[in-house]
Nanobody
Framework: QVQLVESGGGLVQAGASLTLSCAVSGSAVKDYAFGWFRRPPGEEREFVASISWDGGRTDYADSVKGRFTISRDNAKSMVYLQMSSLKPEDAAFYHC?????????????????WGQGTQVTVSS
């Protein structure tokens, strides 16, 4: 049973930084790509970032490029999302997800396993 558990969300002021963590169990983590997605209040789920099986490729939504960094530690079965220069529009429920594939994908339909999510709130 693959399980993903996110942590690290919270309430921060605009301009602050926050790092989300995703602990993965029940999976050969090193074989799969991972992604972070978010759902802002009242909006659809959207892609944030993804990282390939070996960390060699990362992709970002235009809205977070240059501010967010996705990383992984296969030895610890962890995936991270470092967020800096946070804006009120970054406020959302953030989910970590494991892909079917080793390579990146921006399509949430390619991710069969999801965590429960962690809330990020950014005050202006």
């Amino acid at each position: 049973q693959v399980q993903l558990v996110e942590s690290g969300g919270g309430l921060v002021q605009a301009g602050a930084s926050l790092t989300l963590s995703c602990a993965v169990s029940g999976s050969a983590v090193k074989d799969y790509a991972f992604g972070w997605f978010r759902r802002p209040p009242g909006e659809e789920r959207e892609f944030v970032a993804s990282i390939s099986w070996d960390g060699g490729r990362t992709d970002y939504a235009d809205s977070v490029k240059g501010r967010f960094t996705i990383s992984r530690d296969n030895a610890k079965s962890m995936v991270y999302l470092q967020m800096s220069s946070l804006k009120p529009e970054d406020a959302a429920f953030y989910h970590c997800a494991q892909s079917y594939y080793a390579g990146n994908s921006l399509n949430f339909n390619h991710y069969p396993y999801w965590g429960q999510g962690t809330q990020v709130t950014v005050s202006s």
